[in-house]
């Protein structure tokens, strides 16, 4: 299994990014899909997830701003985020329930600060 994750940055307050997450491994159109994000010091939170039916879940903390789609044919899961605060900061990966939770892409830097 490989999760690739990347398009983080250095963003100022109010801007926006697009993550995405480049899955090998598995049969990705068959299985659900989230983004986490982790700060140093906690836990890993889960922000938002996509079933493979395409029905979305979100934190209430991102919900409103966060968009999670996917693409099956390129087998990548997109997180698009607007409305940045400071507090969404962190280090954010993609995984999958099916995958094991002793396995973590490398993650993509969010930095939110002006």
């Known amino acids: 299994v490989q999760l690739v994750e990347s398009g983080g940055d250095l963003v100022q307050p109010g801007g926006s990014l697009r993550l995405s997450c480049t899955v090998s491994?598995?049969?990705?159109?068959?299985?659900?899909m989230d983004w986490y994000r982790q700060v140093p010091g906690k836990d890993r939170e889960l922000v938002a997830s996509i079933t493979r039916a395409g029905n979305t879940y979100y934190a209430d903390s991102v919900k409103g701003r966060f968009t999670i789609s996917r693409d099956n044919v390129k087998s990548t899961v997109h997180l698009q985020m607007n409305s940045l605060k400071p507090e969404d900061t962190a280090v954010y990966y993609c995984?999958?329930?099916?995958?094991?939770?002793?396995?973590w892409g490398q993650g993509t830097q969010v930095t939110v600060s002006s």
């Open positions: 995984h999958s329930p099916i995958v094991s939770n002793d396995y």
């Open positions: 491994g598995i049969l990705f159109s068959r299985n659900d």
